[in-house]
């Protein structure tokens, strides 16, 4: 059973920075993708960034150069640094993993970010 629990969301201003983390527990008989998504109201959800099981990493035009996503050595908490947020950061953000799937087969909870 894959229990994601991400954390370290909150109110900033534009310009700040926070760093979001996602602690995952479950099998370790694979080797997962880890992403982030965020979703803002009234608005479709939005891939953000994704780590391969390979650790290649990629990410959204809208956050390349501000967001930088990593894992832990263990592989058991994945981050997202976000540095100068700006309004249109706001949103719910949620960490997601798959395992030898096209879709994302587990979800987070999600943490709220606001940028105001």
């Known amino acids: 059973h894959v229990q994601l629990v991400e954390s370290g969301g909150g109110l900033v201003q534009p310009g700040g920075s926070l760093r979001l983390s996602c602690a995952f527990s479950?099998?370790?008989?694979?080797?997962?993708?880890m992403s982030w998504f965020r979703q803002a109201p009234e608005k479709e959800r939005e891939l953000v960034a994704t780590?391969?099981?390979?650790?290649?990493?990629s990410y959204a035009d809208s956050v390349k150069g501000r967001f930088t996503i990593a894992q832990n050595d263990a592989k058991r908490t994945l981050y997202l640094q976000m540095n100068s947020l700006n309004f249109e950061d706001t949103a719910i953000y949620y960490c997601?993993?798959?395992?030898?799937?096209?879709?994302?087969?587990?979800w987070g909870q999600g943490t709220q970010v606001t940028v105001s």
């Open positions: 479950g099998s370790s008989y694979c080797t997962y993708d």
């Open positions: 997601a993993a798959r395992c030898a799937s096209v879709v994302y087969n587990y």
């Open positions: 780590i391969n099981n390979r650790g290649t990493t």
